[in-house]
């Protein structure tokens, strides 16, 4: 089965660091656009970026310039790079991933499980 699986999550002061991973995992004949979004407690989950199979980003407006999305195509991987962080980032961050499995009708959307970001004042 396909399947994203995140890690990277945890606590971190205002103004520190944090890398997020997400691979792709099972039977893939593709993967097209990935990225990233997140859910704070009582909000809508948002867009954080974007990036296609080609490496073109996009970012949203908050996330710009403190945040930094990549892949490895090799690995089946995107990365979240997020640096200066905020309180205001403390959410539920999401992987997601536009995928055509092997031997099977798609593309399809994937989500992974989620992990948390806790960013203390």
């Known amino acids: 089965q396909v399947q994203l699986v995140e890690s990277g999550g945890g606590l971190v002061q205002a103004g520190g660091s944090l890398r997020l991973s997400c691979v792709a995992t099972g039977s893939i004949f593709s993967i097209n656009d990935m990225g990233w979004y997140r859910q704070a407690l009582g909000k809508q989950r948002e867009l954080v970026a974007t990036?296609?199979?080609?490496?073109?980003?996009h970012y949203a407006d908050s996330m710009k310039g403190r945040f930094t999305i990549s892949r490895d195509n090799a690995k089946n991987t995107v990365y979240l790079q997020m640096n200066a962080l905020k309180p205001d980032d403390t959410a539920v961050y999401y992987c997601n991933a536009e995928i055509r499995p092997r031997l099977q009708w798609g593309p399809y959307n994937y989500w992974g499980q989620g992990t948390q970001v806790t960013v203390s004042s």
């Open positions: 990036i296609t199979a080609g490496a073109v980003t």
